[in-house]
T-cell receptor
Framework: DADVTQTPRNRITKTGKRIMLECSQT?????MYWYRQDPGLGLRLIYY???????NKGEISDGYSVSRQAQAKFSLSLESAIPNQTALYFCATSDPGGYEQYFGPGTRLTVT | LAKTTQPISMDSYEGQEVNITCSHN???????ITWYQQFPSQGPRFIIQGYKTKVTNEVASLFIPADRKSSTLSLPRVSLSDTAVYYCLVGEGYSGAGSYQLTFGKGTKLSVIP
């Protein structure tokens, strides 16, 4: 079984809809991250969490919110989806050093 | 944050050694250098990390000169399956001051040719 799982893997939604992307991990790491990747670009950090009570904004947090329900679960929400949020979304975890991150398979989100 | 500069793309034939160089002129004393590999539609995968001199693992080698203003990822005898995007990251990870320092740039797209 994969160490980091993301659901759904693919999602098409309409402008204005609320959508939640979920991430679960079995690595026992405290640190979790959400990134987005646009075609031809690198990954940009949306939010990160160093433990259940810690939530931090990343480079591009506007339009997104997160919830850390447990050590193993970190959800990303788009309260009112817009077309420019169409992207590939990755969840990741890491040990305390933070250098080696373990990524999930990604969620491809399309907002029409 | 230390910015990194890498070639946008590289081509190589199977069986050759590939060296990808990353420039990071304003690297800080506490920064480490980390390389990731990403295949299409997959999440990045950690390859190697170093602070100075040379680091080698079963996948690659990382060469870092004394001034640490650049680093070179070396992939020995590449195969078609090494076709991927390679990212150079420079950062302190958790700085202890509440900020997060790792940034993924656009990476280098390596194409291995039969």
């Amino acid at each position: 079984d994969a160490d980091v799982t993301q659901t759904p893997r693919n999602r098409i939604t309409k402008t204005g809809k609320r959508i939640m992307l979920e991430c679960s991990q079995t690595k026992g790491h405290d640190r979790m991250y959400w990134y987005r990747q646009d075609p031809g670009l690198g990954l940009r950090l949306i939010y990160y969490s160093f433990d259940v009570k810690d939530i931090n904004k990343g480079e591009i947090s506007d339009g997104y919110s997160v919830s850390r329900q447990a050590q193993a679960k970190f959800s990303l929400s788009l309260e009112s989806a817009i077309p420019n949020q169409t992207a590939l979304y990755f969840c990741a975890t890491s040990d305390p050093g933070g250098y080696e991150q373990y990524f999930g398979p990604g969620t491809r989100l399309t907002v029409t | 944050l230390a910015k990194t500069t890498q070639p946008i793309s590289m081509d190589s034939y199977e069986g050759q050694e590939v060296n990808i160089t990353c420039s990071h002129n304003n690297i800080a004393t506490n920064d480490y250098i980390t390389w990731y590999q990403q295949f299409p539609s997959q999440g990045p995968r950690f390859i190697i990390q170093g602070y100075k001199t040379k680091v080698t693992n079963e996948v690659a080698s990382l060469f870092i000169p004394a001034d640490r203003k650049s680093s070179t990822l070396s992939l020995p005898r590449v195969s078609l399956s090494d076709t991927a995007v390679y990212y150079c990251l420079v950062g302190e990870g958790y700085s202890g001051a509440g900020s997060y320092q790792l940034t993924f740039g656009k990476g280098t797209k390596l194409s291995v040719i039969p």
